[in-house]
């Protein structure tokens, strides 16, 4: 192991995790638990990470936690016994950044304002730019350019919620990630209260603003013309009228935040959670004149913190980070002794499927192996394929470091990807412009051209990939992208592509297919066998060639794949020569 790693790193277990939402199999999560235990399902999986609609939360499929209790509606606490006693491992989200609106915290500064415990808990986006930009007519402070520049976006605009008080204030707070605004119905009577104004002008009033809703305009910058003077009554109405989700930024900078996350990394153990992901920890550190994301030293500083909390329940942290190959980011995270997401992964064996090369996936292997590096690989999840992830680092138009691909092939394999039907999700600058795409969101099985040949061999190919593999639940049963969830989605709608809940009908239908069994047997073989707890070696062989054996005292497993034909062998022996298992 390359002595640059943390000699401190927790190992991870051995095994096959399966990932999905409480609620992907069946209605609830009793019906994973009763999956596991069918006979197909025997000896596939140790590991299940399951999605945080496992807590109650509002918005972003989970994302937007309100508590860290068990959401009852979808499991039960008999749930996590079964999964105990089935030897299932569980991994569960922590998500660093943010916290619901209608989280009890948000909640209880919502009722007190300055008067509540909370007050420092979010992040008070004026007094945070206090000194550093310049207030808007809108009441919001809009930072000065230099530190505007340096703000990465996950959505047009700057990154806030207009809040609302009891006495009819309002606040604006930090809020990277999603929000909803909702208005009820608003007309003339409303302003009946409002002293001198008559009762024309509340109609005018009413006309004005419920079309300035419809057009998604700025309140605040309403013009009201002569009935200007009742513009603040007017607003302190309006914003009662309204109702909001959003996932607001925690003020790291607070003692109650930490003690927050140590009480909820304390629950997640006693739920039997091993390993934890760290939603949005990048996003936590906050500096005027840093950027919001990955900003150092504090970023590394917020880590430790959070795993010497962590090895107090003997969890293991793992943050979750999409950054380009050529940033180096995820060997910085891996040297200071993390377990890494292998975001490269997807992207890469898309590539050699569709071009008939290893090159690139061969020179993944190689920095895996000759850094040490703990990864966990997946191929479809809950998010969207990071194939952006895969490139280079350029500084002020220089190569600095290559990718695993270059330019001209991410772009063709994104543009493979959505002829076949993928959505795609952009990032955006402080202009509200779009920079870049970020990823393309479809079904694995959609992204290969629904060719049952390729997905089975890209199921071989991760399960003779270093690390853990992660299988995404609808990928083992061959989903097809689900357009009219996307189309119906709204803001996040390209996610729903890829959310499919399965019924146990159809999962039962699915079971007699070959190519949900074929996967089970891959699956089952990584997950059982003591060959992969061994030596992995890639034999040389020709470019559309993948040969890998993998060598332990007790037992070996090989893998030959071309990658031109999507033919490959597999074969196992347990300290005798080995037999073909499978050839396709």
Same mark, same amino acid.
């Given at each position: 192991?390359?002595?640059?790693?943390?000699?401190?790193?927790?190992?991870?277990?051995?095994?096959?995790?399966?990932?999905?939402?409480?609620?992907?199999?069946?209605?609830?999560?009793?019906?994973?638990?009763?999956?596991?235990?069918?006979?197909?399902?025997?000896?596939?999986?140790?590991?299940?990470?399951?999605?945080?609609?496992?807590?109650?939360?509002?918005?972003?499929?989970?994302?937007?936690?309100?508590?860290?209790?068990?959401?009852?509606?979808?499991?039960?606490?008999?749930?996590?016994?079964?999964?105990?006693?089935? /030897?299932?491992?569980?991994?569960?989200?922590?998500?660093?950044?943010?916290?619901?609106?209608?989280?009890?915290?948000?909640?209880?500064?919502?009722?007190?304002?300055?008067?509540?415990?909370?007050?420092?808990?979010?992040?008070?986006?004026?007094?945070?730019?206090?000194?550093?930009?310049?207030?808007?007519?809108?009441?919001?402070?809009?930072?000065?350019?230099?530190?505007?520049?340096?703000?990465?976006?996950?959505?047009?605009?700057?990154?806030?919620?207009?809040?609302?008080?009891?006495?009819?204030?309002?606040?604006?707070?930090?809020?990277?990630?999603?929000?909803?605004?909702?208005?009820?119905?608003?007309?003339?009577?409303?302003?009946?209260?409002?002293?001198?104004?008559?009762?024309?002008?509340?109609?005018?009033?009413?006309?004005?603003?419920?079309?300035?809703?419809?057009?998604?305009?700025?309140?605040?910058?309403?013009?009201?013309?002569?009935?200007?003077?009742?513009?603040?009554?007017?607003?302190?109405?309006?914003?009662?009228?309204?109702?909001?989700?959003?996932?607001?930024?925690?003020?790291?900078?607070?003692?109650?935040?930490?003690?927050?996350?140590?009480?909820?990394?304390?629950?997640?153990?006693?739920?039997?959670?091993?390993?934890?992901?760290?939603?949005?920890?990048?996003?936590?550190?906050?500096?005027?004149?840093?950027?919001?994301?990955?900003?150092?030293?504090?970023?590394?500083?917020?880590?430790?913190?959070?795993?010497?909390?962590?090895?107090?329940?003997?969890?293991?942290?793992?943050?979750?980070?999409?950054?380009?190959?050529?940033?180096?980011?995820?060997?910085?995270?891996?040297?200071? /002794?993390?377990?890494?997401?292998?975001?490269?992964?997807?992207?890469?064996?898309?590539?050699?499927?569709?071009?008939?090369?290893?090159?690139?996936?061969?020179?993944?292997?190689?920095?895996?192996?000759?850094?040490?590096?703990?990864?966990?690989?997946?191929?479809?999840?809950?998010?969207?394929?990071?194939?952006?992830?895969?490139?280079?680092?350029?500084?002020? =138009?220089?190569?600095?470091?290559?990718?695993?691909?270059?330019?001209?092939?991410?772009?063709?394999?994104?543009?493979?990807?959505?002829?076949?039907? /993928?959505?795609?999700?952009?990032?955006?600058?402080?202009?509200?412009?779009?920079?870049?795409?970020?990823?393309?969101?479809?079904?694995?099985?959609?992204?290969?051209?629904?060719?049952?040949?390729?997905?089975?061999?890209?199921?071989?190919?991760?399960?003779?990939?270093? =690390?853990?593999?992660?299988?995404?639940?609808?990928?083992?049963?061959?989903?097809?992208?689900?357009?009219?969830?996307?189309?119906?989605?709204?803001?996040? /709608?390209?996610?729903?592509?890829?959310?499919?809940?399965?019924?146990?009908?159809?999962?039962?239908?699915?079971?007699?297919?070959?190519?949900?069994?074929?996967?089970?047997?891959?699956?089952?073989?990584?997950?059982?066998?003591?060959?992969?707890?061994?030596?992995?070696?890639?034999?040389?062989?020709?470019?559309?060639?993948?040969?890998?054996?993998?060598?332990?005292?007790?037992?070996?497993?090989?893998?030959?794949?071309?990658?031109?034909?999507?033919?490959?062998?597999?074969?196992?022996?347990?300290?005798?020569?080995?037999?073909?298992?499978?050839?396709?």
């Amino acid at each position: 192991m390359n002595d640059r790693l943390d000699p401190s790193m927790q190992a991870l277990p051995h095994g096959v995790m399966l990932n999905a939402y409480p609620d992907s199999i069946g209605q609830r999560l009793a019906d994973a638990v009763a999956l596991l235990k069918r006979p197909e399902l025997e000896g596939a999986f140790s590991l299940f990470y399951i999605l945080p609609t496992f807590f109650n939360s509002d918005l972003d499929r989970g994302f937007s936690i309100i508590d860290y209790d068990i959401n009852e509606a979808l499991v039960s606490p008999q749930d996590l016994d079964q999964l105990n006693e089935l /030897g299932i491992i569980l991994k569960l989200d922590m998500v660093l950044n943010h916290l619901s609106v209608c989280s009890p915290q948000f909640q209880d500064l919502l009722r007190h304002g300055e008067g509540s415990r909370y007050r420092d808990f979010f992040i008070d986006w004026n007094l945070f730019w206090d000194h550093e930009g310049r207030m808007a007519p809108d009441g919001k402070i809009v930072p000065n350019p230099e530190h505007l520049k340096k703000l990465f976006m996950r959505k047009p605009d700057l990154p806030i919620l207009r809040v609302c008080f009891p006495d009819g204030s309002r606040k604006v707070y930090w809020n990277t990630f999603y929000q909803k605004v909702d208005f009820n119905d608003i007309g003339p009577h409303d302003f009946a209260h409002i002293e001198g104004l008559h009762p024309d002008h509340a109609t005018t009033i009413a006309d004005t603003i419920n079309q300035a809703i419809a057009e998604n305009a700025c309140l605040e910058e309403m013009d009201l013309g002569e009935l200007s003077n009742h513009k603040e009554e007017v607003l302190a109405v309006v914003c009662h009228k309204r109702d909001y989700l959003g996932q607001m930024d925690l003020n790291a900078r607070s003692e109650l935040v930490w003690e927050f996350y140590d009480e909820t990394l304390r629950k997640l153990s006693e739920y039997g959670a091993k390993i934890i992901r760290l939603d949005a920890f990048a996003y936590l550190h906050k500096e005027p004149g840093q950027p919001n994301f990955f900003n150092v030293p504090g970023t590394w500083e917020y880590l430790e913190l959070l795993r010497e909390i962590a090895r107090k329940y003997d969890l293991i942290i793992f943050p979750e980070i999409h950054a380009e190959y050529g940033s180096g980011i995820h060997e910085e995270i891996a040297h200071k /002794g993390f377990p890494i997401y292998d975001f490269f992964f997807p992207g890469l064996v898309i590539d050699a499927l569709d071009r008939g090369t290893n090159q690139a996936l061969l020179q993944w292997m190689e920095d895996i192996e000759a850094q040490g590096l703990q990864t966990i690989n997946m191929l479809g999840c809950h998010d969207g394929l990071p194939v952006l992830d895969l490139r280079g680092k350029h500084v002020n =138009g220089t190569v600095y470091r290559h990718g695993l691909l270059g330019d001209e092939e991410i772009e063709a394999t994104m543009e493979r990807i959505v002829s076949r039907g /993928g959505r795609v999700k952009n990032l955006f600058g402080a202009d509200g412009k779009k920079i870049a795409y970020y990823q393309v969101n479809a079904t694995y099985f959609s992204a290969l051209g629904e060719d049952e040949r390729k997905l089975r061999l890209a199921r071989a190919i991760q399960m003779f990939m270093p =690390g853990i593999p992660q299988v995404w639940y609808l990928d083992l049963f061959a989903g097809s992208n689900d357009y009219e969830a996307a189309d119906n989605g709204g803001t996040a /709608g390209h996610k729903e592509i890829n959310r499919t809940n399965l019924t146990m009908e159809a999962i039962e239908e699915r079971l007699a297919l070959p190519i949900v069994q074929d996967q089970l047997a891959l699956i089952r073989l990584r997950n059982t066998s003591p060959a992969f707890a061994g030596e992995m070696l890639v034999i040389e062989a020709d470019p559309h060639v993948l040969h890998i054996t993998w060598r332990h005292p007790e037992a070996t497993a090989t893998m030959k794949a071309d990658l031109r034909s999507h033919s490959f062998t597999v074969s196992h022996g347990n300290g005798t020569p080995e037999e073909i298992l499978m050839s396709f």
